[in-house]
Each structure stands twice: as structure tokens, then as C-alpha cells.
């Protein structure tokens, strides 16, 4: 089993959709999640930080469930813009070694 | 502008050779990590470094070599051992290891021909 597991999809949705994307990780342990977005053939972009209090920033939402150690993000609206590679990373922590991304979530909006 | 710098951008290698990417940050960070893309594929993770003239192996060291003299710069050798060198290699780096978000150079794609 991965450390960190995401289905692959592609998710194909239309404008305006509302879009959600899981990621469950293996550890524990681990102390920190990231959503990155990766457009095709350019390097992975930060796109928010998961807290167990979930955040919001504009269309996006993460939200991070450590009993069931999984992390999710949700798009509402989305925009053609959106149309990307979405990667989650989980971190064990300070000194306890490497960061751990998923291998992606294709999404593709259509008009 | 703070960032983190690779290059080149495109590289082409004949097999057999030893090449050398460069990746270079300004933004003091202590770690930094290289990762290898293949197409289709998520980042597979090569080699780390949390502090200078530290690094480890990840999981898909062999065929590789670093180095990490100087706090800003992280040069990648992918050696002709690596039995299948093209991809596109990604460099990056984070405050501290394993905790804080990691910012990513623009990558290079690496050609064997």
C-alpha cells in the first residue's frame, strides 16, 4: 500500500461544477498536508495548506480528518482555469524525514 | 525576487555521460530535495538535504550524486548509471524538513539521446 494515495481520475466536469478530490495517507503520524497544483509539463505550485480546522481560500476548501487519515479538497464553481494536476503531500515532521506526494488527481472543466 | 532557480531548463545527454543540473535558492532555506518526474507519473523523490554538507538518499537514489557545500545551491549528477535518465527533474526546497511547504524551481527536462 502507498504512503499516500489519491485517485487518479481524470475527474471531467463542466463549468460551474462543484468538484471534490480525497487523498488518504498511511501514517499516523503525520504533522502536516499540502494541495498543490501542477499544470502539464510546469513544476507543482503550492495552492493551500490543510489544517485541522479545515480553511478556505476563495473557491477552494481543505479540510483534513486525522481519524480517518484522509485530506480533501473541495472546488466549488470551478473554472476552466482549473484544469490541472492536483497533488497532495503529507509531511511527518521536522526531522523525521522526506515529504510523501501523491501521484495526482487530473481535473479537466469543460465549457 | 526570492525563488529557486534550476537550470537548464532543457538538457540533452548522450548515454554514457555524467551531467550535472543546477539548482540554485535564495530564499534560506535550510532543506532541499530533488525529485524526478516521469510522464504521467507523480514525483518520485531522489535525494534530500537538511543542512549543508548533509544529504540522504531517497527512494530512488542509485544512479545519482549530490552535493550540498553552500547553504543556496543543490546540484544534481545523474551519472551513467542511471540506466534510464529521461525525465524531468525538480528541484526544491523548504524551511525546515518534513514540516513546512516546499517551493519548487521550474525543472529540467533531461534527454537522452
Known amino acids: 500500500r502507498k504512503e499516500v494515495e489519491q485517485d487518479p481520475g481524470p475527474f471531467n466536469v463542466p463549468e460551474g461544477a462543484t468538484v471534490a478530490f480525497n487523498c488518504t495517507y498511511s501514517n499516523s503520524a503525520s504533522q502536516s498536508f499540502f494541495w498543490y497544483r501542477q499544470d502539464c509539463r510546469k513544476e507543482p505550485k503550492l495552492l493551500m495548506s490543510?489544517?485541522?480546522s479545515g480553511n478556505e481560500d476563495g473557491r477552494f476548501t481543505a479540510q483534513l480528518n486525522r481519524a480517518s487519515q484522509y485530506i480533501s479538497l473541495l472546488i466549488r464553481d470551478s473554472k476552466l482555469s482549473d484544469s490541472a494536476t492536483y497533488l497532495c503531500v503529507v509531511n511527518m515532521g521536522t526531522n523525521a524525514g522526506k515529504s510523501t506526494f501523491g501521484d495526482g488527481t487530473t481535473l479537466t472543466v469543460k465549457p | 525576487d526570492g525563488g529557486i532557480t534550476q537550470s537548464p531548463k532543457y538538457l540533452f545527454r548522450k548515454e554514457g555521460q555524467n551531467v550535472t543540473l543546477s539548482c540554485e535558492q535564495n530564499?534560506?532555506?535550510?532543506?532541499m530535495y530533488w525529485y524526478r518526474q516521469d510522464p504521467g507519473q507523480g514525483l518520485r523523490l531522489i535525494y534530500y538535504?537538511?543542512?549543508?554538507?548533509?544529504?540522504q538518499k531517497g527512494d530512488i537514489a542509485e544512479g545519482y550524486s549530490v552535493s550540498r557545500e553552500k547553504k543556496e545551491s543543490f546540484p544534481l549528477t545523474v551519472t551513467s548509471a542511471q540506466k534510464n535518465p529521461t525525465a524531468f527533474y525538480l528541484c526544491?526546497?523548504?524551511?525546515?524538513?518534513?514540516?513546512?511547504?516546499?517551493?519548487f524551481g521550474q525543472g529540467t527536462r533531461l534527454t537522452v539521446v
Open positions: 538535504s537538511q543542512i549543508v554538507n548533509d544529504f
Open positions: 490543510v489544517y485541522s
Open positions: 526544491a526546497s523548504s524551511m525546515q524538513q518534513g514540516y513546512t511547504e516546499a517551493f
Open positions: 530564499l534560506n532555506h535550510d532543506a
